[in-house]
């Protein structure tokens, strides 16, 4: 188990080194399971409390596009997906307009790590965080960590119900 462990990690941080910011989640429930949440993509409304309502436009995949309205209806992100992977359990979109940073691109990674037990990897790159009266790029950084970790801990309270 631990050279298993030991194995996925590596693989983490060969895939992460230039992340910028990176959420991990180890989850008692299988690659599987957790990957045929993550993999809808269409419906993060009902994991965050950040999204109300999210319109998906083309393939449900790669060329596909989701914008995602704020619960007020004010404001909005659009998100394009560049890399769509079942067999790898993987997803690459980019935040196209609605978030102070140029260049955002994420990453959906889930792991195997055997034993019904797997890790969720998240990673975000931007080239540059545009400054702006409302945040700080480390008010925006720790935002990014708390909606992502609440969408992964909502999508495993998920599993855990059905």
């Known amino acids: ?15 992460n080194t230039d992340a910028q910011v990176t959420v991990t989640k ?35 995949g790669e060329g596909g596009k989701r914008v995602c309205y704020s619960p007020d209806q004010k404001s909005h ?29 994420n990453s959906f990674k889930v792991i195997d790590l055997g034993y019904q037990k797997c890790m969720i990897v998240w990673t975000s790159n931007y080239d540059s965080f545009v400054e702006n009266p409302n945040m700080t790029e480390t008010q925006f950084t720790a935002f990014l960590h708390k909606s992502v970790q609440e969408l992964i801990d909502n999508m495993v309270l998920a599993t855990q119900k059905g």
Do not use: C, H
């Open 1 to 15: 188990m631990l050279i298993l462990l030991g194995l996925s990690f590596s693989k983490i941080q060969a895939q």
């Open 26 to 60: 180890v989850i008692d429930q299988s690659a599987d399971k957790i990957w045929q949440l993550l993999r809808v993509m269409d419906d993060i409304d009902q994991y965050s409390s950040l999204v109300a309502r999210v319109e998906w436009q083309g393939n449900k």
């Open 77 to 105: 992100y659009t998100e394009g997906i560049i890399s769509f992977d079942d067999a790898n359990r993987t997803y690459t979109y980019q935040v196209l307009e609605g978030v102070p940073a140029n260049e955002m691109v």
